[in-house]
């Protein structure tokens, strides 16, 4: 029980470990991106709302803007627009690896066609499409809550982590079962022979995991590290949109440390 306890804390460990890439930036209201209107909401209220690229309404009131301001309006916009999406993108596939480390595990340990396993992965679908349906409601559709972007597998992972660990602890009689049959398949060797046979083949089931999912790893913190550094820059604008248009001089969306 122990060591098979220690495995999946170890590949769950590993994902987390991998993908925790740090960013200190926050965004302190939600951002809700629909194909006509870019809205940010403080407190269930719509604190501004951009129609298309630069028509600005601050609290229900349009703001008259002259080119210079809509240049920069606009600007700001794409790159909210640009990056919501990312952000979304990157979270799901942080926690859709983190799901594939402990299915490869209980596959492993029960077998890939066996019932446990099914249950498994048919839990795991269900909640990687509700994730999904929640953040990204369609191609051009994101909604993304305030959030604090020090580790972006983070970010929408925590509501899941109950769910996963209620999985696995209703689970553990069957994954107990398997194991057990495991270890006593070789009649010849003694009980000890057999259990550090299986502390082995679980030994090596880790590192296998961990060659598997390396690159798919470094690939998403290569690309946190690119949205962190455009959420800089998106900073930027946003500082000068406070300079140059009065009505957003309270405003701040992205927050940096």
Known sequence: MAFIARSLLVSCLFISAANAQQCDINFNY?????????????????????????QLFVYGREVALNQAQKSQLSEYTRGIRSQVPAIVSIAIEGVELGLKAVNKVISSLTGENSATHQQFQEKFDEMKSRLRTRFNHSDESYYIAPQDFDDFDEIFAGEFKKEIETIVTNSVGNILVAVGE???????????????????????????????????????????????ASLLKLDQIENKLQLEIPALAEFNLIITH
Do not use: W
């Not at 951002?31 to 630069?54: C, E, F």
């Open 30 to 54: 939600g951002v809700i991106i629909d194909p006509a209107h870019l809205r940010i909401v403080n407190q269930g209220q719509t604190y501004v709302q951009i129609n298309g690229q630069h």
């Open 182 to 228: 495991a270890i006593t398949h070789k009649e010849k060797q003694s009980t000890e022979q057999r259990v550090e046979t299986f502390d082995q083949r679980i030994e090596s089931m880790g590192n296998d995991i961990k060659i598997d999912i390396s690159n798919q790893a470094n690939t998403l913190e290569n690309k946190a590290a690119i949205i962190c």
